[in-house]
């Protein structure tokens, strides 16, 4: 007998998880659009190598934290100075455009007028609002430093402004030259934390990674019910055959809209020093050379984003092909810093529909001018879908409990395509009254309409059967009209 699950609030169609048989259809992931510059580290603190770029929602306000770092060259790409992190707090109220947020904390050129958060030079530091009930007032806002011959050092706040001046060791065993993140998993109960870790290189000859160091940059994955005691759960698994690609960082967290699913887009470091011909062409030649010549892979290395989820946060579907590329040549990119994306992402408005998408962040001008973060957009759960070409596709899934009387699908159809859904019973037949005819358009929020009532079906497992032509369905809302407090017995 298979066992019935019972679908949450909100499901998303970014893997297989759901589906007993597929056919005709595959997961397809959706690249970002290019929107505007949304801030720029070009004050005298910042520079060219600011960065580790992280962001969440606190109350009305987006939190923006990042380094600002230089390193300053002559016209031919030779080193004058460079300088550590000085790390710094911004904000948003729309995503849209970032300011600095006066800290008034740290003097710089005899001004306490700045945003510096910390007197201190730090490689990296990542800031979170920790939502454990449980959490002192204290301590609500974590901020967790990889220093060197110390470990992950836990730095604290109770506003996210003011932060104790001594950290004390989280994990000492470990290498945390990257952006360490964490956060509290309330169905859990735990806090996760994913950190920088190496693994040898599988194929030293060859394969994607073309690595000449003999490591490959990878992601540890620890978890800990009070953030005392920490249990190392592993590198975390791509799957069998994966490619070996090295991950910078990892950015991964859970997603807000459906939180039963975790989700990253890791930096993704790729050496180029084997393909020296086509280098002149890239943009800033100049001072690359100069940078080659002096530092070897600071001018010869890249970076871009890959996409990766789970169920679990350790086992991790993760895609080969680039979520976002560099893009088409332009001063500034095409380096090793570029596309690194922010941690987080903002809810924003789409101008032309007003209809809500999701804005992340990347880098760009890393290492030749003040760095910048650009903005890019994507529709509501838009980072995969379940895609069909014009010739009819199906899924059908596994025995589910449906969690309410009302579907609605975000969705997207050509105009002579269609989504249609048929509810089943366990053995995959068609229930009476339950087919939605063909669902057409291009909406976040399409409901469905059937003759029979959703509310007969309570506590009953069905099957769902997904018939997709030229379409692509993003996620899919179950819920009460009327929530289960509010009705009459």
Same mark, same amino acid.
């Given at each position: 007998?298979?066992?019935?699950?019972?679908?949450?609030?909100?499901?998303?169609?970014?893997?297989?998880?759901?589906?007993?048989?597929?056919?005709?259809?595959?997961?397809?992931?959706?690249?970002?659009?290019?929107?505007?510059?949304?801030?720029?580290?070009?004050?005298?603190?910042?520079?060219?190598?600011?960065?580790?770029?992280?962001?969440?929602?606190?109350?009305?306000? =987006?939190?923006? +934290? /990042? $380094?600002?770092?230089?390193?300053?060259? *002559? #016209? !031919? @790409?030779?080193?004058?100075?460079?300088?550590? %992190?000085?790390?710094?707090?911004?904000?948003?109220?729309?995503?849209?455009?970032?300011?600095?947020?006066?800290?008034?904390?740290?003097?710089?050129?005899?001004?306490?007028?700045?945003?510096?958060?910390?007197?201190?030079?730090?490689?990296?530091?990542?800031?979170?609002?920790?939502?454990?009930?449980?959490?002192?007032?204290?301590?609500?806002?974590?901020?967790?430093?990889?220093?060197?011959?110390?470990?992950?050092?836990?730095?604290?706040?109770?506003?996210?402004?003011?932060?104790?001046?001594?950290?004390?060791?989280?994990?000492?065993?470990?290498?945390?030259?990257?952006?360490?993140?964490?956060?509290?998993?309330?169905?859990?109960?735990? =806090?996760?934390? +994913? /950190? $920088?870790?190496?693994?040898?290189?599988? *194929? #030293? !000859? @060859?394969?994607?990674?073309?690595?000449?160091? %003999?490591?490959?940059?990878?992601?540890?994955?620890?978890?800990?019910?009070?953030?005392?005691?920490?249990?190392?759960?592993?590198?975390?698994?791509?799957?069998?055959?994966?490619?070996?690609?090295?991950?910078?960082?990892?950015?991964?967290?859970?997603?807000?809209?459906?939180?039963?699913?975790?989700?990253?887009?890791?930096?993704?470091?790729?050496?180029?020093?084997?393909?020296?011909?086509?280098?002149?062409?890239?943009?800033?030649?100049?001072?690359?050379?100069?940078?080659?010549?002096?530092?070897?892979?600071?001018?010869?290395?890249?970076?871009?984003?890959?996409?990766?989820?789970?169920?679990?946060?350790?086992?991790?579907?993760?895609?080969?092909?680039?979520?976002? $590329?560099?893009?088409?040549?332009?001063?500034?990119?095409?380096?090793?810093?570029?596309?690194?994306?922010?941690?987080?992402?903002?809810?924003?408005?789409?101008?032309?529909?007003?209809?809500?998408?999701?804005?992340?962040?990347?880098?760009?001008?890393?290492?030749?001018?003040?760095?910048?973060?650009?903005?890019?957009?994507?529709?509501?759960?838009?980072?995969?879908?379940?895609?069909?070409?014009?010739?009819?596709?199906?899924?059908?899934?596994?025995?589910?409990?449906?969690?309410?009387?009302?579907?609605?699908?975000?969705?997207?159809?050509?105009?002579?395509?269609?989504?249609?859904?048929?509810?089943?019973?366990?053995?995959?037949?068609?229930?009476?009254?339950?087919?939605?005819?063909?669902?057409?358009?291009?909406?976040?929020?399409?409901?469905?309409?059937?003759?029979?009532?959703?509310?007969?079906?309570?506590?009953?497992?069905?099957?769902?059967?997904?018939?997709?032509?030229?379409?692509?369905?993003?996620?899919?809302?179950?819920?009460?009209?009327?929530?289960?407090?509010?009705?009459?017995?």
């Amino acid at each position: 007998m298979k066992q019935t699950e019972t679908l949450h609030f909100r499901e998303v169609f970014w893997d297989e998880d759901l589906a007993e048989e597929m056919k005709g259809v595959k997961v397809a992931m959706h690249a970002p659009r290019t929107a505007d510059v949304a801030f720029t580290c070009d004050e005298a603190w910042e520079g060219c190598t600011s960065g580790y770029f992280q962001l969440f929602r606190d109350g009305g306000i =987006y939190r923006m +934290y /990042y $380094r600002g770092a230089d390193d300053r060259r *002559d #016209p !031919d @790409g030779h080193k004058l100075y460079g300088s550590l %992190g000085r790390f710094c707090a911004a904000e948003s109220r729309d995503g849209i455009r970032f300011t600095r947020t006066e800290v008034g904390a740290v003097p710089y050129g005899g001004s306490l007028r700045n945003n510096i958060l910390f007197s201190r030079e730090m490689d990296n530091i990542f800031v979170f609002r920790d939502s454990n009930p449980s959490c002192p007032a204290e301590e609500r806002y974590k901020g967790l430093c990889g220093e060197y011959m110390k470990g992950l050092m836990l730095y604290t706040s109770p506003d996210g402004i003011h932060f104790s001046d001594q950290g004390r060791a989280v994990i000492e065993k470990g290498h945390f030259d990257s952006l360490n993140t964490c956060f509290w998993n309330p169905a859990r109960s735990r =806090y996760e934390l +994913y /950190y $920088r870790s190496f693994h040898s290189v599988k *194929d #030293p !000859d @060859g394969g994607p990674e073309r690595n000449v160091e %003999g490591i490959v940059r990878d992601i540890l994955h620890a978890v800990s019910p009070d953030f005392v005691h920490w249990t190392e759960e592993g590198l975390i698994d791509y799957g069998e055959g994966a490619p070996d690609f090295q991950m910078y960082t990892n950015n991964i967290m859970l997603y807000p809209r459906a939180p039963h699913m975790y989700i990253g887009w890791p930096s993704r470091y790729i050496e180029r020093r084997m393909d020296r011909e086509t280098l002149p062409y890239l943009p800033d030649w100049e001072q690359r050379r100069g940078m080659i010549e002096e530092e070897g892979r600071s001018g010869t290395a890249m970076a871009d984003t890959v996409l990766m989820c789970s169920r679990d946060g350790q086992h991790f579907r993760r895609e080969n092909e680039s979520f976002l $590329r560099p893009g088409l040549e332009r001063p500034g990119t095409w380096t090793y810093g570029d596309t690194y994306t922010a941690y987080g992402y903002a809810e924003t408005t789409d101008p032309l529909t007003g209809n809500e998408e999701i804005s992340l962040y990347a880098t760009e001008n890393y290492r030749y001018r003040p760095t910048s973060i650009r903005r890019y957009t994507l529709r509501q759960d838009g980072f995969w879908s379940w895609s069909s070409p014009w010739e009819e596709g199906r899924v059908l899934t596994k025995p589910v409990l449906l969690p309410g009387d009302e579907i609605s699908l975000n969705l997207s159809t050509s105009a002579q395509g269609y989504v249609r859904v048929r509810i089943c019973g366990g053995d995959g037949a068609p229930l009476d009254g339950y087919d939605s005819g063909h669902v057409f358009g291009d909406s976040l929020r399409r409901p469905l309409h059937f003759d029979g009532s959703l509310n007969d079906l309570r506590d009953k497992p069905v099957r769902l059967e997904f018939l997709l032509s030229d379409a692509d369905l993003y996620s899919m809302t179950c819920r009460d009209r009327i929530p289960a407090h509010m009705r009459k017995v």
